[in-house]
């Protein structure tokens, strides 16, 4: 059965997320809706992060599995057609190799936080970026998130209701920067609490306006308190904008492992028994 990576990108702002849910529609539903509309077939797609209501993506990445062999082009071609009208776009389809998971494969996150810094009220840009009409410094910005670079507990800046079993993350990279009258936050891990960007970087505006410095993330961080965070950013501005994956050879040594295992352990229960 082949296994498909599909890169994705999509407008958030109709969908309750990512994941399939009851209660609205989701990214998620619309790409299985399009798979079954082309093939026929009922599957259930894997992705690499579960976007929260009204967050974007440019870079998302799932996997399908297919019962029969297609060409990569026509599979792009249907796919877009059957997401229509929802702001579903596939932006590459690439045949896999055994073992590859888009979730569990992958090594990196990256997100892309953008503030569009002005006053007068946003048109083409509405819920496409947080808007914040205080001049915002973006140097003290960028020196303030380093303090979150490296491994720490992000008990402070993660949801109350995250089902992760740990709140330490190791953030790998943290770049806040201007570009005209948009102020970017990029940052990178291998995997992130629930609000967490959100978390950060609405905290960072407080230092952007002189509210808070440098100092003041360190203790926010080191409080291991929901209650120490600062506002957390709107989903508007949140983009998942890329995930980096192992190398085909190394998802392929983990599967046969996992396969010898699971041997030893299915022959083991059937001697005890």
Same mark, same amino acid.
């Given at each position: 059965?082949?296994?498909?990576?599909?890169?994705?990108?999509?407008?958030?702002?109709?969908? /309750?997320?990512?994941?399939?849910?009851?209660?609205?529609?989701?990214?998620?539903?619309?790409?299985?809706?399009?798979?079954?509309?082309?093939?026929?077939?009922?599957?259930?797609?894997?992705?690499?992060? =579960?976007?929260?209501?009204?967050?974007?993506?440019?870079?998302?990445? /799932?996997?399908?599995?297919?019962?029969?062999?297609?060409?990569?082009?026509?599979?792009?071609?249907?796919?877009?057609?059957?997401?229509?009208?929802?702001?579903?776009?596939?932006?590459? /389809?690439? @045949?896999?190799? @055994?073992?590859?998971?888009?979730r569990f494969s992958?090594?990196?996150?990256?997100?892309?936080?953008?503030?569009?810094?002005?006053?007068?009220?946003?048109?083409?840009?509405?819920?496409?970026?947080?808007?914040?009409?205080?001049?915002?410094?973006?140097?003290?910005?960028?020196?303030?998130a380093q303090e979150f670079v490296g491994h720490h507990d992000f008990t402070t800046f993660r949801h109350s209701r995250c089902q992760a079993r740990s709140p330490e993350k190791t953030l790998e990279e943290f770049r806040v920067y201007r570009e005209r009258e948009l102020v970017i936050a990029e940052c990178s891990s291998r995997s992130f609490l629930h609000n967490q960007v959100r978390s950060m970087v609405g905290t960072l505006r407080l230092v952007g306006e002189g509210k808070w410095g440098t100092g003041d993330i360190t203790r926010a961080l080191q409080a291991r308190d929901r209650n120490a965070c600062g506002p957390v950013a709107p989903?508007?501005?949140?983009?998942?904008?890329?995930?980096?994956? =192992?190398?085909a050879e190394m998802d392929i040594e983990l599967l046969r492992d996992w396969q010898a295992r699971k041997a030893l352990l299915e022959a083991e229960g059937a001697s005890e028994a």
């Amino acid at each position: 059965m082949p296994r498909y990576k599909l890169t994705v990108e999509y407008d958030g702002r109709p969908f /309750c997320g990512w994941q399939r849910q009851a209660n609205g529609p989701s990214v998620q539903a619309v790409i299985e809706r399009a798979v079954q509309a082309f093939t026929g077939e009922v599957v259930t797609i894997g992705g690499a992060g =579960r976007t929260d209501t009204g967050v974007h993506a440019t870079g998302q990445v /799932c996997h399908i599995d297919l019962v029969k062999p297609w060409p990569v082009r026509t599979i792009m071609g249907a796919m877009n057609f059957h997401c229509q009208p929802d702001p579903v776009v596939i932006l590459d /389809c690439t @045949e896999m190799h @055994e073992g590859f998971d888009a979730r569990f494969s992958a090594i990196r996150r990256s997100y892309r936080y953008r503030i569009h810094n002005r006053v007068p009220p946003l048109t083409h840009q509405r819920g496409l970026a947080w808007h914040v009409k205080p001049d915002l410094d973006a140097d003290a910005m960028h020196e303030a998130a380093q303090e979150f670079v490296g491994h720490h507990d992000f008990t402070t800046f993660r949801h109350s209701r995250c089902q992760a079993r740990s709140p330490e993350k190791t953030l790998e990279e943290f770049r806040v920067y201007r570009e005209r009258e948009l102020v970017i936050a990029e940052c990178s891990s291998r995997s992130f609490l629930h609000n967490q960007v959100r978390s950060m970087v609405g905290t960072l505006r407080l230092v952007g306006e002189g509210k808070w410095g440098t100092g003041d993330i360190t203790r926010a961080l080191q409080a291991r308190d929901r209650n120490a965070c600062g506002p957390v950013a709107p989903a508007d501005g949140l983009y998942l904008t890329r995930v980096d994956y =192992r190398s085909a050879e190394m998802d392929i040594e983990l599967l046969r492992d996992w396969q010898a295992r699971k041997a030893l352990l299915e022959a083991e229960g059937a001697s005890e028994a």
